[in-house]
């Protein structure tokens, strides 16, 4: 078993708090993603995790066993770094092979466990060359096959693919993920970029300050975002957002935007109707609001007049600059769209796909998750890990007493 668990983790350097009251758990084989602005605490998180700094408050445990006083080699872990030194006089085999010729490993199996390495990641007959004989993406890969040799029970990566150029990080992403499936090793994976994010992970969590903002699989963290902060920061381009009113009656409340009014969908209207006379935020993400003259089928629309102000074509879609009133908004439109400059456009915003949020809790009112905002599925999971690593007795069901 190779899971690992966080539990009530604090890191401060003086008065500065990195990671405040972390808590999560990450079961066995999975592919976590800790994604975040710069400065929110995920290389601090993942330091913690390998025993290269030490801990304030909590414990972290992998594989059922609290490793807070344990040395980094004695973890079983690798980590792979954003910046890979590699060393340059070396050959790549031996470079490979270092970390277990350290160890006092045999020649035999060090060259082994070298040559499967390398043939997992494609760089067999590279393993004569020299680091300097190599592209930045040969590199990355040699600085990967360098933590599997180790057979960690955990892969600690560190915005890896970031100094690779734009295609080259799209193709090792992709290799990394088939990596993980082929290795069935617990991943935790840092990066700023959700992108990075969405197409890899199993789970994401979204950090911000230090703290967790939600953890769920990509889809369920972009349908039922927990706060404006997840909201803004997963999906690209970004969701879209108006201060407006919440007036009506019971059966027929509205939002009063500066320059629209529109009708609340059944769906959304339970968690709004404590708000009437109040301000909320208005959610929707720019492929929810279209060209009037190009509706989707069974979409709820609602019409919002615009103006243009820049058309950006993208081949199978446009993304239109749009104001409304003041505000300026963008949306992802089909191609056909007769949108022109400096014109007025009539669009609609398919209102089923709404979010709205408290101005001042800045939570989700209408499909956020409740409470600390696991998913059903992963909640089922976290159960089942508690269960498993925890409790003392024979492992039941999970969620049985
Ligand atoms: N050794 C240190 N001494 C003092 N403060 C530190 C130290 N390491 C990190 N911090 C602070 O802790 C906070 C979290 O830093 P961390 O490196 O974990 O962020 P990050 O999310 O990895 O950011 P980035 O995306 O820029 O790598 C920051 O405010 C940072 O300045
Ligand atoms: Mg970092």
Known sequence: MADVAFDHVTKRFRSVVALNDFTLRIPDKEFLVLVGPSGSGKSTALRLLAGLDEITEGTISIGGRVVNDIAPRDR???????????????????????????????????DSRVKEAARILGISELLGRKPGQLSGGQRQRVALARAIVREPRVFLLDEPLSNLDAKLRVN???????????????????????????????????MNFGVIQQVGTPQHLYDHPANVFVAGFIGSPSMNFFDVKVVGGDHDLRLEGESFTLPVPKSKAAGLRSFRGREIVLGIRPENIHDRDFVPPQTNAAPVAAKVEVTELMGNEVFLHLLAGEQSFLARVDPRTGARPDRPLQVVFDLEKMHAFDPESERNLTDGDQATSADPASAAETRAFDQ??????????????
């Open 76 to 110: 079983d872990i690798a980590m792979v770094f954003q910046t890979y030194a590699l060393y340059p006089h070396m050959s790549i085999r031996d470079n490979i092979g270092f970390g277990l010729k350290l160890r006092k490993m045999n020649k035999g199996e060090i």
């Open 172 to 206: 090792t992403r992709a290799e990394i993920s088939k990596l993980h499936q082929r290795l069935g090793t617990t991943f935790v994976y840092v990066t700023h970029d959700q992108v990075e994010a969405m197409t890899m992970a199993t789970r994401i969590a979204v």
């Open 388 to 401: 498993a690593t925890f409790s003392r007795g024979r492992p039941g069901r999970p969620g049985a007493e």
